[in-house]
């Protein structure tokens, strides 16, 4: 859910350059209240429904129906890019996390700021980083969605809570291309 917090970091930002935009790919928990999109004017509806209701004041863009735009930046629910002019990728997240966030802001400002005095050049790099989630608003935002979308993930968390994991296959991690060797 687009929490206070980014909002407040995106108007932090926005007299430095840094233009944050939404991108509404697809109802992420739908219930009865707020369904798949059937047609565009549904998801405008409730693009529309949730800027409101969550009080974004950064620009909603709408993917196209067939989700081009979520296909093409990840298909996870929550992603996060910072991309520079020209399309370089300066930071590429699974989740959003606010602190996670400013900290690439900050570094890729500093960058920018001193890359000619210090002989600085870009480099790409992977970490792992943890999001602390606020279970009450998520179960508010399920809630909302409708009784179907509290079913639907509870239903999955149970799944999960059962699976054993199996210590021979390397854990799915988006963006993780590492594949283990295999030993004989």
């Not at 687009?2 to 509404?24: H, T």
């Not at 279970?135 to 909302?144: A, I, P, V």
């Not at 021979?168 to 963006?175: F, R, T």
Request: with cysteine.
């Amino acid at each position: 859910m687009a929490s206070e917090a980014m909002e407040n970091l995106a108007s932090r930002y926005a007299s430095q350059a840094v233009r944050s935009i939404f991108i509404y790919t697809r109802e992420a928990h739908p219930g009865e209240n707020y369904r798949h999109h059937k047609i565009i004017d549904d998801k405008r509806a409730n693009a529309h429904a949730f800027k409101q209701y969550s009080k974004i004041n950064r620009e909603i863009f709408l993917d196209d129906m067939i989700g081009t735009a979520h296909r093409a930046y990840g298909t996870l629910p929550n992603m996060t890019w910072i991309m520079g002019r020209g399309g370089f990728i300066h930071y590429k997240s699974s989740w959003t996390g606010v602190d996670d966030v400013e900290d690439a802001l900050k570094g890729i400002i500093d960058f920018q700021e001193n890359r000619i005095k210090n002989e600085w050049i870009p480099f790409y790099s992977e970490r792992s980083c943890w999001s602390k989630r606020d279970q009450s608003k998520f179960q508010e935002g399920l809630e909302r969605a409708g009784p179907q979308a509290v079913a639907d993930f509870a239903g999955l968390a149970a799944a999960r809570k059962s699976e054993v994991p199996d210590l021979d296959v390397a854990p799915k991690i988006p963006g993780n291309f590492f594949v283990p060797e295999k030993s004989d």
